[in-house]
C-alpha cells in the first residue's frame, strides 16, 4: 500500500496518528506499517463510537439439557458408541490456546503455565496426559489441532518441541495461527505497540474454524476421515477430551453440536448459560442475564437456566462448513494493552487501559440447529485457570487437582 492510500483510509477513521512516526522509520519499517495499515479492518471500532446497532436477543427460553442420571442410565451404550467413532479415526481435538490470559499475567502462553508443586507440571502437559487416557484405551491417535496466535505462536511451538511434545506422536499435532483485530482507547484510538507496528491482539476465539480453514487444514480433516471436532480450552485443567460417553451421547442424540455443561455454582457465578433463542440453541453470557432469567424456575422448581457452559463443545465438522462464511458478532472486551505513550516510551499497564474487539465461540451455537448440553461432575471436569489467586486460579485448579489425585 502507497503512503497516500494509507493516509486515505487512516483518515476515514480518525486514525491518523499511527503515521505519527512515520517519517524517523528506515524503509522496511515504512513497508511493514503501511502492510499492517492494509490488512487491518479498522471499521470494528464503529463498535466504540456508537455508529454500532446493538444486536437484538430473539425470545430466550430454557433448553433440556441431558442430566447426570440420564447420561448413567445409558452410559455403556454411549460409550461404545463413542469409542467406535474414535477408532474409525472420525473424532479429532481442538486445542484453543490463542488467548493472551492477561488475568493469569504471565509473559509465556497460558499452557506454559507451570502448576507443579514439587515438580513442573505444566498446563500442555496436564492437557496432553488426559488425551492419552482416551489413545491408550483405543490404541487410536488422534489428532490435535491447536491454535495459536501471532503472539505465542513461536514460544508455544517450540516449548512443545523442547517437551517432544510430552511423548505424543507430532504427526498427530497440527498448529495454526489465528487472526488479529487492532487494540485501542476507551475513546476508540488505535493503540501503537511501536512507532512501526499497531498494537493488536488475538481476535477472539470464534474465528477458530475460519483460521483453521484459511490454514488449509480441511485437506487434512477429509482425507484423515475426521467427521467431529471436540474444541476446548486450555485453561481447564480436569479437562476430559475425546470423551467416549459424550460423544456417543451427540451421535446418538444426532445434535449437531455437544456442549458439556455444569450445573451453576451459584445464580451469580460468572458462566455463560444454556438456552433456547427462539426456538435454537443459544447461550446468555453471564454480563446479559437478568435478574428475571436468574430466578426463572422449572415445574419442579429448579432454576430454568442452570446449565453453564464450560468450553468443551463437540462440533459436527460438515456442519461447521455450512456456517463458516457467517460473521459473528462482535464482543468489546476491556483489556490491559501495552503500547508506547505520546513521548514514545514503551508502557505495559497494571490495570485495563482499553479495549480488544473478539469474536466468540459460543456465538457460533445459535448457528446451528440442534444442540445437546450434557451435565458434567463440576469437581470432576472443571478447573478453570484464569487468575493468579482467588475464583477459578491457579490455586483452586491445584486443589481439584489433587482432589481428583493427581500428584502436584
Ligand atoms: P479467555 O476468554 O479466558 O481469554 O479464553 P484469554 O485471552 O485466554 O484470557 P484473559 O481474558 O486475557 O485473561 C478462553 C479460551 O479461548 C482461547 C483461550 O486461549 C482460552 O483457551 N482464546 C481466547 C483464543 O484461542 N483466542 C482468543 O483470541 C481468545
Not at 467406535?84 to 484453543?96: C, F, M, R, W
Not at 476508540?188 to 476465539?205: C, D, F, L, Q, W
Not at 450445573?263 to 433463542?277: F, I, N, Q, S
Not at 463440576?378 to 482467588?390: C, D, H, I, L, Y
Request: a negative charge.
Amino acid at each position: 500500500m502507497r503512503l497516500e492510500k494509507a493516509a486515505e483510509k487512516l483518515r476515514l477513521y480518525g486514525q491518523e496518528h499511527i503515521l505519527k512516526y512515520y517519517d524517523t522509520l528506515s524503509e522496511t519499517e515504512k513497508e511493514e506499517l503501511l502492510r499492517q495499515i492494509e490488512q487491518t479492518d479498522f471499521s470494528v471500532i464503529s463498535q466504540i463510537t456508537g455508529e454500532h446497532i446493538e444486536l437484538k436477543r430473539g425470545t430466550i427460553t430454557p433448553i433440556q439439557a441431558m442430566t447426570l442420571s440420564e447420561i448413567q442410565e445409558h452410559e455403556k451404550s454411549f460409550t461404545d458408541n463413542g469409542l467406535e467413532a474414535i477408532k474409525a479415526g472420525k473424532i479429532a481435538a481442538v486445542l484453543l490456546a490463542g488467548g493472551m490470559g492477561t488475568r493469569l499475567g504471565s509473559d509465556d502462553p497460558k499452557g506454559m503455565y507451570d502448576i507443579g508443586l514439587t515438580k513442573p507440571v505444566y498446563i500442555f502437559e496436564r492437557l496432553i496426559r488426559n488425551l492419552f487416557d482416551i489413545v491408550d484405551q483405543t490404541g487410536t491417535w488422534i489428532h490435535l489441532f491447536v491454535m495459536t496466535s501471532d503472539k505465542n505462536h513461536e514460544a508455544t511451538t517450540s516449548f512443545f518441541e523442547k517437551q517432544n511434545y510430552f511423548g505424543y506422536d507430532p504427526e498427530y499435532i497440527h498448529f495454526f495461527r489465528q487472526e488479529m483485530a487492532p487494540a485501542v482507547t476507551y475513546d476508540g484510538k488505535v493503540y501503537m505497540e511501536s512507532r512501526n507496528h499497531i498494537a493488536t491482539s488475538p481476535n477472539g476465539n470464534g474465528g477458530w474454524f475460519a483460521s483453521m480453514k484459511n490454514a488449509g487444514l480441511l485437506d487434512l480433516i477429509h482425507d484423515s476421515g475426521i467427521e467431529w471436532l471436540n474444541v476446548f480450552a486450555v485453561d481447564n485443567v480436569l479437562q476430559r477430551i475425546a470423551d467416549p460417553c459424550f460423544i456417543g451421547a451427540t451421535l446418538e442424540k444426532n445434535c449437531k453440536v455437544g456442549a458439556k455443561v455444569v450445573r451453576k455454582a451459584d445464580p451469580d457465578e460468572k458462566v455463560g448459560v444454556m438456552c433456547l433463542e427462539d426456538g435454537r440453541p443459544s447461550i446468555v453470557e453471564y454480563y446479559e442475564q437478568t435478574d428475571q432469567l436468574r430466578n426463572t424456575k422449572t415445574e419442579t422448581g429448579e432454576p430454568a437456566y442452570n446449565f453453564g457452559v464450560i468450553l468443551n463443545y463437540l462440533f459436527h465438522e460438515k456442519s461447521l462448513e455450512e456456517i463458516c462464511d457467517t460473521t459473528l458478532p462482535l464482543h468489546l472486551v476491556e483489556k490491559k494493552i501495552p503500547y508506547i505513550n505520546e513521548e514514545g516510551v514503551f508502557i505495559k499497564p497494571e490495570e485495563p487501559n482499553g479495549y480488544k474487539f473478539e469474536s466468540l465461540i459460543l456465538d457460533m451455537i445459535h448457528l446451528l440447529d440442534t444442540c445437546l448440553p450434557y451435565e458434567v461432575v463440576r469437581e470432576k471436569e472443571f478447573a478453570p485457570v484464569k487468575n493468579k489467586t482467588g475464583v477459578d486460579s491457579v490455586e483452586s485448579a491445584r486443589a481439584l487437582l489433587e482432589k481428583n489425585g493427581y500428584s502436584l
